[in-house]
Nanobody, 120 residues
Framework: QVQLVESGGGLVQPGGSLRLSCAVH????????MEWYRQAPGKYRELVAS???????NYADSVKGRFTISRDNAKNTGYLQMNSLKPEDTAVYSC??????????????WGQGTQVTVSS
């Protein structure tokens, strides 16, 4: 059984920083890529950042230079460091992981989401 557990969301003032974590629990055979999405009220879900097993990263234009995605393969955990936060970054942030668990086919798993609110 694979479970993604997110943490690190909260309320922060504009210009502040937060670091989100996405821990993958379970018997993992191969961990391919991880993505972070966000969805604000009344808006479509947006791909924020992604990272491959080899560490190649990609970012939405709206967060380039402010957000950094990383991963610790030994811990099966991904991170999203968010700096210079703006009110428009307010959203529910969710991670997903493309992986193979032991004795199961390759599949994408999702975390439960964590609220990030940027407000003074």
């Amino acid at each position: 059984q694979v479970q993604l557990v997110e943490s690190g969301g909260g309320l922060v003032q504009p210009g502040g920083s937060l670091r989100l974590s996405c821990a993958v629990h379970g018997s993992i055979y191969m961990f391919y890529s991880m993505e972070w999405y966000r969805q604000a009220p009344g808006k479509y879900r947006e791909l924020v950042a992604s990272i491959t097993s080899g560490g190649r990263t990609n970012y939405a234009d709206s967060v380039k230079g402010r957000f950094t995605i990383s991963r610790d393969n030994a811990k099966n955990t991904g991170y999203l460091q968010m700096n210079s936060l703006k009110p428009e970054d307010t959203a529910v942030y969710s991670c997903n992981a493309d992986l193979r668990a032991t004795m199961t086919p390759r599949e994408t798993y999702w975390g439960q989401g964590t609220q990030v609110t940027v407000s003074s």
